[in-house]
């Protein structure tokens, strides 16, 4: 039995190792950390779907920033590019919905249908996808495929949204909010370079790991109304959420990869403490 009875939330950090962590990291790092609280469960996940992106030198270096900072997570962090197979059975219980269709699309095709039909609703992440392979005929599908063409596979939204009927998920902060999923248009379930997405494999880890509290910084807080949808769509539970403030440098600009005078490892080498650090990210005195 956890101490005092009661049981903490089970959470995690969750990053792409695609670059060095910085001090906004660090923040969310040590949000996700505390959320778990004393009584809770704290995990590492590494996010390495994207095959031209992550490294594992990055891996390597945010595991040692991670101890340096302090934070200890559970034995077992999970490495994305390990679960393929998870990932692929998602897909083949969406498949069985008839909810997904494989998009051939290369960008340059998407951004020439957008300019051509002059209509570009925008989504979260960009121009929401016209829908050129949506409507295919099923012959014309199979022989591309079968002659090898790269493809993805696309959620149509528009039905998914229908068959899961109204959503709702909560934010510790926000409260209740209503899922959106619509907003996104039809979104990638399965890359062509990796046979899974973001917002997919988010969706199945965070369930497959217990995870009770999703903490995750603002900017990905659209992306929690597919994640919603998804939940429903395959069965899964739904976490509560909190989304965190983004922290900025002194142009106000949020930190990003770029900032490498902010990174951990500069921040180390110039000389600071990890107390230090952790203060600057706004939790404990220096
Ligand atoms: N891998 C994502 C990132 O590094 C975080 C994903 C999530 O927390 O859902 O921004």
Redesign the pocket.
């Known amino acids: 039995m956890a101490k005092g009875g009661q049981r903490g939330a089970v959470t995690r950090f ?3 190792p695609s670059g060095f962590l910085h001090l906004g990291h660090a923040y969310s790092a040590l949000f996700a950390q505390a959320t778990a609280g004393e009584n809770g469960r704290f995990l590492l996940r590494m ?1 390495n779907i994207d095959p031209g992106r992550c490294r594992p030198e990055y891996e390597a270096a945010i595991r040692e920033d991670l101890e340096w900072l302090g934070l200890g997570w559970e034995a077992g962090v999970r490495r994305q590019s390990d679960h393929m197979d998870d990932y692929a059975r998602a897909l083949e219980i969406l498949h069985g919905t008839g909810l997904l269709y494989p998009c051939f699309c290369t960008r340059a095709a998407i951004r020439a249908e957008i300019e051509r039909s002059g209509a570009a609703p925008h989504g979260p992440d960009g121009p929401v996808y016209p829908g050129i392979c949506r409507e295919l005929p099923r012959a014309e599908t199979r022989d591309r495929i079968a002659a090898g063409e790269a493809h993805g596979l696309r959620l149509d939204m528009a039905r998914a949204k229908a068959a899961a009927g109204p959503l709702v998920w909560h934010d510790r902060e926000r409260g209740r909010a209503e899922a959106r999923p619509e907003l996104f248009g039809d979104v990638v379930l399965a890359r062509k370079d990796t046979p899974t997405g973001y917002h997919l494999a ?1 969706t199945v880890d965070d369930h497959l790991q217990g995870i009770t509290v999703v903490t ?1 910084g603002e900017d ?1 807080l659209p992306a929690t109304h597919v994640h919603r949808l998804l939940q429903a769509l395959l069965g899964l539970d739904t976490p509560e959420y909190r989304h965190h403030r983004l922290l900025t440098d002194d142009a106000g600009q949020r930190l990003a990869k770029r900032h490498d005078s902010l990174s951990l490892r500069s921040l180390r080498e110039r000389g600071l403490t990890a107390r230090e650090v952790r203060a600057m990210a706004g939790f404990g005195e220096a």
């Open positions: 969750a990053p792409s996010e988010v995750r990905l």
